[in-house]
């Protein structure tokens, strides 16, 4: 599991600035998706072999008792509660107030992990003003700066000193014939209602997988010959072998397992249509590079007026999932469900697939040839070859000359050609530049 760190202090130390910085180079990757809209708050972070998820809490006000200050007080105790790590962040310019000494007491009692940062702090020279920050009683202050970068990666490493090294390999792109599935979703979509559905079903066998204990979140199930690993499901409790959903959902949580999934199965409803909520969770799992299937539930209690509707709200507000699969069940009244297992299996195929240099070497050419990139001023791309650079998402890189000169549209119409080629479903597929030197 992804580890997590939550930023709090006051409003204007830097918190969203210090965010951006961290999840800045996931951001290029999902820049260009129409439709998107992003949760500013939860974004996934990398700084050298480390890759974890990032909690802005906003403005955080402890003892805030009424009202929407509340409401986010609340809101950030939850995040805070949840994270590996807290990094509390100060002002080194405006210096201590009141409002740091009640979140740095809030802070001391929870005895979570937690590394105090003054921020703005270029062009200081150290030690000499951050002194008075040492009154807040949480140890040694580190300087940094977001906006210029400065401090950053000591700040990372700093932070998750106390958690094992990363293991780099371990994770991605092994592929041990086990499918982690991720049943993601807002509360009461039918998430739990679905999964003890499928675990009433006599096809589903249940198996021993190494590592697992019997109180974690996540199953291990054969079904017609396929071995799968339900993950840790957001929002989910295991009581005894019936699953039931806890009231407080948790966006960590979710983010974690969809995380760890190979695909991830969002469940929408029929009845609510496609709210902020559930696009931000479509967000995630684009961001995630994890293969998906859309199924909406409750697909029994809408009419055809309502349907139609539907149909047309998906296409807009998730159109950045176009390529996922789209399936309509009813977990209660167990409609639908098989085609659901063969999307997730054809997701989970597209997402592993293995691209041969000489094959993607030789469709590219084609593409090539049956359209050329424009030319850009002086300069006009040349492809030469292909390779396969990852999986789960797969990637593949093509290399040649000038290809910064390549149009997204461009690279949009390639993505095309190999997705129906190596019949990719359900996978997001990156296609990335390189240009030879
Ligand atoms: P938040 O309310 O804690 O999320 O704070 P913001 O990230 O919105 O930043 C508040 C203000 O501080 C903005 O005007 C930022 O440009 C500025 N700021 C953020 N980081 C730095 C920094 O490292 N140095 C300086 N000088 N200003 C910064
Ligand atoms: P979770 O919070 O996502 O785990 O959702 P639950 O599985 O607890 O379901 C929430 C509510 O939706 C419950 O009242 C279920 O009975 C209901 N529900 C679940 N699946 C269906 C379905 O296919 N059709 C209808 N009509 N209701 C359903």
């Not at 939850?78 to 405006?94: C, I, K, L, N, P």
């Amino acid at each position: 599991m992804k580890p997590v760190m939550a930023l709090v202090g006051r409003p204007n130390v830097g918190k969203s600035t210090l965010f951006n910085r961290l999840t800045k180079s996931r951001d290029a990757i999902v820049a260009d998706y129409a439709g998107l809209t992003r949760d500013r708050h939860y974004g996934n972070a990398k700084q050298g072999k480390r890759e974890f998820i990032v909690i802005d809490t906003g403005g955080f006000e402890p003892t805030a008792e009424s009202g929407i200050y509340m409401e986010m007080a609340k809101q950030t105790r939850q995040a805070v509660a949840e994270a590996d790590v807290v990094v509390f962040v100060v002002d080194a310019r405006g210096g201590l107030s009141a409002q740091d000494h009640d979140i740095a007491k809030y802070l001391r009692k929870l005895g979570k992990p937690t590394v105090l940062v003054a921020n703005k702090a270029e062009g200081m020279t150290e030690g000499v003003q951050l002194t008075e920050f040492y009154e807040l009683g949480l140890g040694e202050v580190h300087p940094v700066s977001a906006a210029h970068g400065q401090g950053i990666r000591s700040l990372v490493e700093l932070a998750f000193e106390h958690l094992p090294e990363p293991d780099e390999d371990a994770e991605e792109g092994a592929d041990s014939g086990v499918i982690k599935l991720a049943v993601a979703g807002r509360p009461n979509v039918g998430k739990s209602t679905l999964i003890n559905t499928w675990l009433g079903e006599e096809r589903l066998v249940a198996f021993d997988l190494p590592g697992t204990t019997r109180d974690a979140i996540s199953v291990p199930f054969e079904r017609n010959g396929q071995r799968f690993e339900l993950i840790d499901t957001a929002g989910l409790r295991r009581k005894g072998r019936v699953f039931e959903a806890i009231e407080k959902f948790s966006v960590v949580k979710t983010l974690q397992a969809i995380e760890s999934a190979n695909v991830v199965l969002l469940l929408l409803d029929a009845t609510q249509g496609v709210t902020d909520q559930d696009a931000h969770i479509a967000g995630y799992i684009l961001e995630s590079g994890r293969a998906v299937v859309l199924a909406v539930n409750k697909w029994d209690a809408v009419d055809d007026y309502q349907r139609e509707q539907l149909q047309r709200q998906i296409e807009t507000r998730l159109a950045f999932l176009k390529f996922a699969p789209l399936h309509f069940i009813s977990a209660i009244k167990r409609q639908g469900l098989g085609p659901v297992w063969a999307a997730i299996a054809q997701a989970h195929r597209s997402a592993m697939v293995k691209m041969p240099t000489p094959v993607l070497t030789r469709l590219l050419l084609d593409a090539v040839q049956f359209q050329q990139p424009k030319r850009s001023g002086m300069f006009r791309p040349k492809l030469r070859y292909a390779h396969q650079g990852g999986m789960n998402p797969p990637v593949i890189v093509v290399h040649g000359n000038s290809l910064e000169h390549v149009t997204e549209a461009y690279k949009r119409y390639l993505e095309g050609r190999f997705r129906k080629e190596f019949n990719l479903v359900g996978t997001p597929l990156r296609v990335e530049m390189k240009t030879s030197k």
